[in-house]
């Protein structure tokens, strides 16, 4: 997505920032009924999705923050259907906060009917799932100044998040060396192996919110130190 800078992501599914809206249009197979239906969203990241974890988020669409930072409410669309009560297609806007989990999310979509006189759920029985089959990607924010990944200059993101090619360096601060080298952040495999790399180190959903701690372990699943097998390849530091 263009308002989320990452319209260069290879990858099927919606690669998002944390810290900013994103909006999706719904087709159901039958009307929603704002006087008789409840819709709420759910968003879950890993097997085992719990809310006591933050793992899982249920929103109700009415605009109301939760209490996690997360919301979800009605938009507009083209053919301005939010202004009618009863419709099989709507459009949603979600809004996530800047110490959202990265990673890959499934998105539910919750339809409950509502009771006409205290606006209580009926039983189980009458819920209704759709599940959304996109894969949803969040991931840091540098331009979101309250994400711990925030940089202060345009530059500075060029330079270190979308530039594609540069330099790295070799030798030591006596006999430096450089080579071109070619980042390759947005091709289709970067993004998946630094997931997977997350899986293997079997670092918890919850944990995936601080920067800090994902580039202590990519490094650690990359790199073997001497007398380990934990990493891809080994650390060599010779010059």
């Not at 006591?52 to 109301?64: A, C, M």
């Not at 083209?78 to 202004?83: R, S, V, Y």
């Not at 430096?176 to 289709?188: A, D, K, L, N, V």
Request: proline share 5%.
């Amino acid at each position: 997505m263009e308002e989320h800078s990452t319209k260069h992501y290879d990858i099927p599914g919606l690669v998002l920032r944390r810290g900013q809206s994103f909006s999706f249009t719904v087709t159901f197979n039958r009307d929603y009924d704002v006087e008789e239906h409840q819709l709420y969203i759910r968003l879950a990241i890993g097997p085992r999705s719990m809310m006591s974890k933050q793992t899982q988020i249920r929103l109700l669409v009415d605009g109301t923050p939760s209490g996690n930072g997360w919301s979800a409410k009605r938009i507009p669309a083209e053919d301005d259907e939010i202004k009618t009560k009863k419709n099989n297609r709507i459009s949603l806007q979600i809004d996530s906060p800047s110490d959202a989990i990265i990673g890959k999310y499934t998105l539910l979509l919750e339809v409950r009917p509502l009771k006409k006189d205290d606006k209580n759920f009926l039983n189980k029985q009458d819920l209704t799932l759709f599940l959304v089959e996109t894969d949803i990607y969040f991931l840091f924010n540098p331009w979101n100044k309250d994400d711990a990944c925030a940089l202060s200059s345009s530059e500075q993101i060029n330079e270190y998040v979308m530039n594609e090619h540069g330099q790295i360096y070799l030798g030591t601060s006596d006999k430096p060396q450089s080579i071109p080298w070619y980042f390759g952040q947005f091709e289709r495999s970067t993004l998946l192996t630094a997931l997977t790399l997350l899986d293997k180190a079997q670092l918890p959903a919850q944990n995936r919110i601080d920067p800090s701690i994902i580039i202590r372990i990519l490094s650690s699943k990359i790199y073997s130190n001497p007398g380990t097998n934990n990493g891809i390849f080994p650390s060599s530091y010779d010059t």
